[in-house]
């Protein structure tokens, strides 16, 4: 990643980011007792932040957290923040959960005794009661089909959006994509030959589903429409056309 990166305003908190992974994700990698098993569709995620796992019937996950030593960390859970639009460094994020399991109804319950969540800027320890108390972003499970729909048939209205970018980190642009969206704001993966960094637009307020959402990114656009395309981006454009 380039050193160019903006400053993240209005950006979500870590508590928030690492329930907002927990929500989006597909599918993790557990390493428990010696053992390593990437499960696909099979955890879920209760109000208060533990993992509920539905390991299928070969599993020796189960077998593992019946031995583990009691009051000891039996466990590591690896979810993996992955952008739905295809970019160069696609992990956005990664997520560790060490803690233990127990077993209820016949599936694994996974209760975190640690939480870290690794970000390009770096990683954090996120605090257990804030994790738990922490809501995941109301637009994470959505975020994904409304990257790739802006990707795949506005790539007009991106191209627009960088009139809203300093023109500094525009500088040796080739290509500019949606990255990621939040009810606080959008960011955009500036991809240059040999180096990339991100740039964050921030709503003017929060946006708590896709109908706002549509508000805020049509108030974004409206700002764009009166700004000037920049030069960076009108010589790409003019190389690309010859």
Do not use: K, Y
Request: net charge negative; hydrophobic share 45%.
């Amino acid at each position: 990643m380039g050193d160019d990166r903006q400053s993240w305003t209005a950006a979500p908190g870590a508590a928030e980011r690492a329930r907002s992974v927990l929500a989006a994700a597909w599918s993790c990698v557990v390493t428990a007792e010696g053992t390593r098993e990437e499960l696909v569709g099979a955890h879920t995620v209760t109000d208060g932040g533990r993992v509920l796992l539905h390991v299928p019937e070969d599993s020796v996950l189960p077998a593992a957290a019946i031995c583990a030593p009691r009051g000891e960390p039996s466990a590591v859970l690896e979810f993996a923040d992955v952008a739905p639009v295809p970019v160069r460094n696609r992990i956005r994020a990664r997520l560790w959960l060490a803690g233990w399991f127990s077993v209820q109804d016949g599936h694994l319950a996974f209760q975190p005794t640690r939480v870290v969540l690794r970000r390009p800027s770096g990683a954090v320890v996120v605090d257990l009661d804030e994790f738990a108390a922490a809501a995941p972003d109301p637009l994470a499970t959505a975020e994904a089909r409304l990257l790739t729909h802006l990707a795949d048939c506005h790539a007009d209205a991106v191209e627009r959006l960088t009139r809203l970018v300093d023109t500094g980190s525009l500088h040796g642009a080739v290509r500019v994509q949606p990255l990621a969206v939040d009810r606080h704001g959008l960011t955009l993966r500036v991809e240059r030959v040999r180096a990339d960094g991100d740039v964050r637009l921030p709503f003017h307020a929060p946006a708590d589903d896709v109908a706002e959402l549509t508000e805020r990114m049509h108030a974004l656009l409206s700002q764009a429409s009166a700004a000037s395309c920049p030069r960076a981006l009108q010589r790409q454009r003019a190389d690309r056309d010859g």
